[in-house]
């Protein structure tokens, strides 16, 4: 069975730091370009990362220089390390990943397998 699994989300305070682990079970992720997407209440999800198997990046305006994408072939797991929080950060989070693109896209019509969420409140 092909699966995602999320973990690492939770209530820290604005500047705080989390980290995201997406654990894949089924496939490869090395074969993959993976991204994080989130989507909070009432609005459309937005990409915030990506990585292709050869390690080229891709990051969202928003999250860029507090946010890092990191994959580890080896756990099959991929992380996002989420550093200076903001309460606009609040949202679910989701792992997923593209096996028919190589290159690093956010555009999610491409990601094929995607995780069950885990929720990030930024908040005081």
């Known amino acids: 069975q092909l699966q995602l699994v999320e973990s690492g989300g939770g209530l820290v305070q604005p500047g705080g730091s989390l980290r995201l682990s997406c654990a894949a079970s089924?496939?490869?992720?090395?074969?993959?370009?993976i991204g994080w997407f989130r989507q909070a209440p009432g609005k459309e999800r937005e990409g915030v990362s990506c990585i292709t198997s050869g390690g080229s990046t891709n990051y969202a305006d928003s999250v860029k220089g507090r946010f890092t994408i990191s994959r580890d072939n080896a756990k099959n797991t991929m992380y996002l390390q989420m550093n200076s929080l903001k309460p606009e950060d609040t949202a679910m989070y989701y792992c997923?990943?593209?096996?028919?693109?190589?290159?690093?896209?956010?555009?999610?019509?491409?990601?094929?397998?995607w995780g069950q969420g885990t929720q990030v409140t930024v908040s005081s």
């Open positions: 089924g496939f490869t992720l090395a074969h993959y370009v």
């Open positions: 997923a990943a593209a096996r028919f693109v190589h290159i690093a896209t956010m555009d999610h019509s491409w990601y094929d397998y």
